[in-house]
């Protein structure tokens, strides 16, 4: 009987456990935007009248498919998309193919760096390579073989982008798959920078 009312006594605080973060994750999740950039102080003006400084964009060395090492502060000059990726990565499978539609519509005035977290173990040059081939996409991919530019941009997750001004610095950041839409709301913000 004892046994009984114990498993019983379980049962009751597990469900009431879970009806309460049910409540609680519908009450928050409103408030939560997904697919938002976060922004980075951009020279502005404070209450005091000083100016906020600007964020410069750590710099990290990345090599091309040929083991050329190309540094992120060699493509000062444009804007810079900067994103991390990995090919078994689902979320960034899911937003590549509107990083290759910006890419094709604004490669010209931004430069599109999509860097590839390249472990040697769960993800190689070849597996990336192959992803990349397979799918037709001709944006420029670069691979962090070193994870200098995971440990430079504190990369905890997948994928995470960074929207970055002419002047190597930080304008803006989006954490998860971007769709076409915030991809484009940075992409402004680029642009509107020049």
């Known amino acids: 009987m004892y046994k009984s009312l114990k498993i019983i006594i379980v049962f009751l605080l597990l469900a009431i456990l879970l009806v309460g ?12 935007q997904m697919n938002q950039l976060a922004t980075q102080p951009a020279g502005e003006t404070t209450p005091d009248g000083t100016e906020e400084p600007k964020t ?5 060395t990345a090599y091309d498919l040929d083991g050329n090492a ?4 060699d493509f000062q000059g444009k ?13 960034c499978q899911m937003e590549m193919p509107d990083f290759q539609e910006k890419f094709d519509a ?7 760096l999509l860097v590839n977290l390249t472990d040697g173990i769960r993800e190689t040059v070849e597996k990336a390579s192959g992803f990349i081939a397979d799918k037709g996409y001709s944006f420029p991919v670069y691979y962090d073989a070193y994870q200098e530019a ?33 991809l484009q709301t940075g992409i402004d913000m680029l642009l509107e920078e020049q």
């Not at 973060?21 to 939560?32: C, F, I, K």
């Not at 994103?83 to 689902?90: E, M, R, T």
């Open 70 to 73: 190309y540094k992120l502060s």
């Open 56 to 60: 410069p964009a750590p710099d990290f």
């Open 150 to 182: 995971a440990i430079a941009y504190r990369i905890t997750g997948m994928p995470v982008t960074y929207f970055i001004d002419a002047e190597g610095n930080l304008v803006a950041q989006g954490s998860g798959a971007l769709n076409s839409e915030v």
């Open 106 to 112: 604004y490669g010209e005035e931004i430069n599109f």
């Open 21 to 32: 973060a049910y409540v609680l994750y519908n009450q928050l999740a409103p408030s939560l």
């Open 79 to 91: 804007p810079v998309i900067l994103n991390f990726w990995a090919s078994w990565c689902g979320p």
